[in-house]
């Protein structure tokens, strides 16, 4: 063949320039997604970042890169993810960040016995089940981890089907007109306390005893230096302190990532250390919205990058479908036990517990760090990241009929 030949047979962009690709790659990211979620009018049961972390899996390599394998290693080529996981890593931050500042440990105390059941059982139950699931996906090979024991991908596994996605959960009651009700109050409060639980499960996950030095060293400076900062914050103009808080998040991570608890940990106590009261509420919210639009779509791309079917398509969907009873089963369980305890009201168990088992992004973000560790496969994370889907794609089409029969749940403060 001549080189003119072989030049003709080659896609028409082989010659274009990496930052030609690289721009290829996000009209693609942003595009398909917005065009899926506004022509197929998924918004009810599928908002659009729901709708992008689907498109993230749709153009991986199980899908896009088994279909046409040539365009994809093209697009997608070593140095265009290179530069889309570098964005998505400073996006995730930001947005852990962000979920960080927003707890509001304060009102759960508040109201601690009734926050404490509740998201005890929320939480508790549906990682038994999962730790459950996770004991059964043992019995095959290709799910657990080359780093893992087999207790941590067990925990992992289980934490995956008891996170409840905050940020989504506020998307929703938003959507559903009862965030500032006292129930849509009340969902906060649960999904804080579970939150902390979150990234302290992860943490334990995570501890390295061959490092341990190293992370209580860390620990022990963050504590020392989180004091300085608060004074420091409280001091300085309000308009300088979402630049000092940025610097504050960079330095955490890094600190985090070196002692071997990932970024992300970082990431997530660099915002818990944090009063939400120093910023204004409204450009907390903007930033956020803006957060979703602007970057985190690179992450969902990045995540369904990463995504396999090497146990075979089969496999994958039959334990995404047990991780998903474990985790929407458990958390009706759990607060159906919630609910005697506390005596609520007939429905009410139902109502929150179809609510709190929301998961999407935080649950996607959890086991991304499990994949980075090696506590999970590929394959593994597949199955959860279709789980996750799911679980998010259920909650308004349920919840929405429940809402309507029993409105006297959504004005009742406890």
């Known amino acids: ?19 030609e690709v690289f721009l ?8 398909a997604p917005y065009l899926i979620w506004r022509l197929a009018r998924t918004d009810y ?10 498109a993230g899996i749709l153009l991986g390599p199980g899908v896009l890169g088994a279909l046409f394998p040539d365009y994809y290693k093209f697009v997608f080529n070593p140095n265009v993810i290179l530069s889309l996981n ?11 960040w962000i979920a960080g500042i927003e707890l509001d440990l304060r009102r759960a105390w508040e109201h601690r016995r009734e926050s404490g059941v509740t998201a005890g059982l929320a939480l508790g139950v549906p990682l038994l089940l999962g730790a459950a699931a996770g004991w059964a996906m043992l019995s095959t090979p290709g799910w657990i981890g080359a780093q893992a024991l087999e207790w941590q991908f067990l925990l992992g596994i289980g934490m995956s ?32 306390l579970d939150d902390v639980a979150i990234w302290g499960v992860l943490a334990l996950i995570l501890m390295d005893w061959q490092r341990v030095g ?25 308009s300088d302190r979402w630049y000092a808080g940025l610097i504050w998040l960079a330095a955490c991570g890094l600190g985090a990532d070196w002692s071997g608890l990932h970024y992300m940990v970082g990431a997530f106590i660099a915002g818990a250390v944090m009063d939400a009261e120093w910023f204004d509420q409204k450009q907390m919210d903007w930033l956020r919205h803006n957060v979703l639009l602007v970057v985190m779509p690179v992450f969902f791309l990045s995540t ?71 506590i999970i496969t590929s394959a593994a994370f597949t199955a959860l990241l279709l789980m996750a889907v799911a679980s998010t794609m ?21």
């Open 1 to 19: 063949m001549s080189q003119a030949e072989f030049a003709h047979s080659q896609p028409t962009t082989f010659f274009m320039s990496t930052s």
């Open 24 to 31: 290829i790659a996000m009209l693609i990211i942003f595009t």
């Open 45 to 54: 049961f599928a908002p659009l970042v729901v709708v992008q972390i689907i």
């Open 86 to 96: 570098a964005i998505a890593q400073w996006a995730v931050m930001l947005f852990v």
């Open 161 to 192: 089907c008891a996170v409840t996605a905050l940020p989504i959960l506020i998307l929703f009651m938003e959507k559903l007109e009862i965030l500032r009700q006292p129930l849509g109050q009340r969902m906060l409060r649960y999904a804080s």
């Open 214 to 238: 190293k992370q209580a060293a860390f620990l022990l400076a963050f504590a020392v230096a989180s004091a300085l900062f608060r004074r420091l914050m409280r001091r300085i103009p309000a």
């Open 304 to 374: 369904g990058l990463r995504t396999s079917w090497q146990v075979g398509g089969s496999a994958v969907f039959v334990a995404a479908a047990l991780l998903l009873v474990a985790s929407v089963g458990g958390k009706l369980l759990g607060m159906r036990i919630a609910g005697r305890v506390l005596g609520w009201q007939p429905g009410e168990a139902s109502m929150i517990g179809w609510l709190l088992q929301t998961k999407a992004l935080i649950m996607i973000i959890f086991a991304n760090v499990l994949l980075d560790k090696a």
């Open 394 to 414: 259920l909650t308004v089409p349920v919840v929405s009929p429940k809402l309507r029969r029993m409105q006297a749940i959504v004005t009742r403060s406890r």
